[in-house]
């Protein structure tokens, strides 16, 4: 594989730490702090420590594996198929190298069975983590959003953070995106609805979510098939999630979040799930990087369950 990684002091979760090559199965961690940036500004953004933020708050849970959780109804724990793997390494002189890098980690990781929980980063990684599934389609994509992340290029750029739903579409192993949790104004231009619209694609507000249920968006999905996650912090109401650069109220609250992946998991295959975002620096109290975790536990949680009931 060759990329570079950043070792942690600590897993997430407190899993073991080990490196990509040796992932047997289960779930594997990975840190992808730089993308694509619009800047070389963009590098020194608080975004990029949010892998290690994470990984610290997640911590307190990874000592509580055994303890009773009850919003799983029983414990996540004790032996926990988790690991992770570090961030991937970036080199600020070469950006287009550490974008290949990022996608080479997440692609030696599906090579081992695993599915990925990659930790952002400013959502210009969300492509490079889809990217990766060229032998693991097909693959239909739930990105948890404010914005539908559809722009074909800004100032030149085809793979920064407004535009990765447009290069995943255009990948032949996505068969659809649903955008989910869409409101207010953003970089989207009227062409670009249109143009995501015109490929197939889904775009649910959030306040169709209120209105309709998580249910109804649940189905959009066709049953017993594979499914990414592209989650944008954004996506979610700022009185869950203010540790973000572009908050806007009215967002999908933290039960319906989390509905929404318990649902999708339960439908079908989680082939891997993406968090981007995420600003440590504007976060209140550590309140987003406790709602992350909470909702990746119950993901795995979820997913877990089922395997253990289909085994």
Same mark, same amino acid.
């Given at each position: ?10 897993? !997430? ?47 307190? !849970? ?7 959780? !009850?919003? +799983? ?36 990781? +599906? ?38 992340? !559809? ?96 908050? +806007? ?45 909470? +909702? ?16």
């Amino acid at each position: 594989m060759g990329a570079r990684m950043i070792v942690p002091t600590v897993g !997430f979760l407190s899993a073991p730490v080990v490196p990509v090559e040796r992932v047997k199965s289960g779930f594997a961690v990975i840190g992808i702090p730089h993308g694509v940036p619009y800047s070389a500004h963009n590098l020194g953004a608080s975004v990029t420590t949010a892998p290690s933020c994470l990984r610290e708050r997640s911590a307190r !849970f990874g000592r509580m594996l055994t303890h009773h959780d !009850f919003d +799983l109804g029983g414990p996540l724990g004790p032996e926990l198929p988790i690991v992770d793997c570090g961030d991937v390494e970036s080199d600020p002189y070469d950006f287009r190298g550490s974008a290949v890098r990022a996608t080479d980690v997440v692609r030696s990781v +599906l090579a081992t069975g695993a599915t990925p929980i990659v930790l952002g980063g400013d959502d210009s990684i969300t492509a490079l983590a889809i990217a990766a599934f060229t032998a693991h389609g097909p693959l239909s994509i739930l990105q948890i959003d404010a914005h539908i992340d !559809f722009r074909d290029e800004v100032n030149g750029i085809r793979d920064g953070y407004s535009s990765p739903m447009r290069r995943a579409s255009e990948m032949p192993w996505v068969k659809r995106i649903v955008h989910c949790g869409a409101r207010g104004v953003g970089s989207a231009r009227p062409e670009d609805v249109r143009d995501t619209l015109a490929r197939g694609n889904a775009i649910v507000t959030a306040r169709e979510v209120r209105q309709q249920g998580v249910e109804r968006l649940v189905r959009e999905f066709p049953a017993g098939e594979r499914y990414y996650i592209a989650f944008d912090c954004d996506g979610v109401d700022p009185a869950v999630m203010p540790g973000t650069s572009a908050p +806007l109220p009215g967002g999908l609250d933290y039960n319906e979040t989390a509905d929404l992946l318990v649902g999708l998991a339960r439908r079908g295959r989680i082939a891997g799930i993406s968090f981007a975002e995420f600003y440590p620096s504007l976060d209140v109290n550590g309140i987003t990087a406790l709602a992350i975790v909470r +909702l990746i536990v119950q993901l795995v949680g979820t997913i877990q369950s089922a395997a253990g009931q289909t085994s």
